[in-house]
Every structure is written in C-alpha cells, then in structure tokens.
C-alpha cells in the first residue's frame, strides 16, 4: 500500500510539473492552406511556428493559439468551393478559450478552435482541458490503487 501511495505522489508531480507554462512566450502556428497547402497538414512544420509575442499590438496580449477550418459549400460572391485551414496567434479571450464552436451563413461554415498551450493549434485531438487530463490520471490511479 505504501509502494502504490508513493506512485500516486509521483504520478500527480508529474503532472503538476508538466501542466506548469513557464513565463516563456505563446507559439502557435501561423499559416492559411489556400497560400500554403502545409496548413492543412494535421501537423505543419516548424517552419510555420511564431511566436506570439512578436505581434505588435499593445492594445491587445495574444493569449491563445486558434485554429479555423473553413467551407464554402458552393459559389457565393465569386469564391468556388473550398475548404481552408486558417491558424495563428490569437487575443479574443471570451469563453470559448479551450473550446470549438461553430459558424455557418452565406454559402459557407467554419469551426473555430482555441487553446493556450504551445502550439496546440495542430491538431484537434489536442483540445483537452486540465480537468480532463487530472480526471483521467485520477481514474488511473485509483484503478492501481
């Protein structure tokens, strides 16, 4: 029981040790797949990674990294059918901060991805919140314990 309370310690410091950000500045890709059909791969290369910081808004702290697929069903306003990857460093910290949402109007969609870790704009299996990563290491644990 001893041995299995020591794991549990050492399994929660190192999730705590891993979910702590330093104070190193935002990276998140940077790039649209209808200039740079990279974007749309699931994970671009590091030649599109940017570091938020260098964005020159005072106004405005990029906070978050933001992933946007776009559809245009069918010709609206002279656009032909398409679908675009659109990633960058992003500001609006509203509520869906670690969230999808989706849009759609006038011939077309998008889903709409935010997430504040680096580089979490690749891939939205990365979309998980803190809460669900303790949950499921909690789970782990207790099924050892």
């Known amino acids: 029981m001893e041995r299995t309370s020591a794991i549990a310690i050492a399994s929660l410091a190192i999730f705590i040790a891993a979910s702590i950000q330093p104070g190193s500045a935002l990276k998140c890709y940077e790039c649209n797949s209808h200039n740079d059909s990279r974007c749309a791969q699931e994970v671009p290369p590091a030649t599109l990674e940017k570091d938020c910081s260098t964005h020159q808004n005072e106004a405005k702290k ?4 933001r ?7 069918y010709e609206v306003n002279g656009l032909i059918p398409d679908t675009r990857v659109i990633r960058s460093c992003g500001w609006d910290d509203t509520t869906h901060k670690n969230a999808c949402y989706q849009r759609s109007g006038f011939g077309g969609r998008q889903e ?29 644990l207790k099924s050892l314990l």
């Open 62 to 65: 990029y906070v978050l990294c």
């Open 67 to 73: 992933k946007i697929v776009q559809t245009i069903e």
């Open 112 to 140: 709409v991805c935010a997430c504040t870790t680096d580089l979490c704009n690749s891939s939205p299996a990365l979309f998980l919140s803190s809460t669900t990563i303790l949950a499921t290491l909690a789970l782990t």
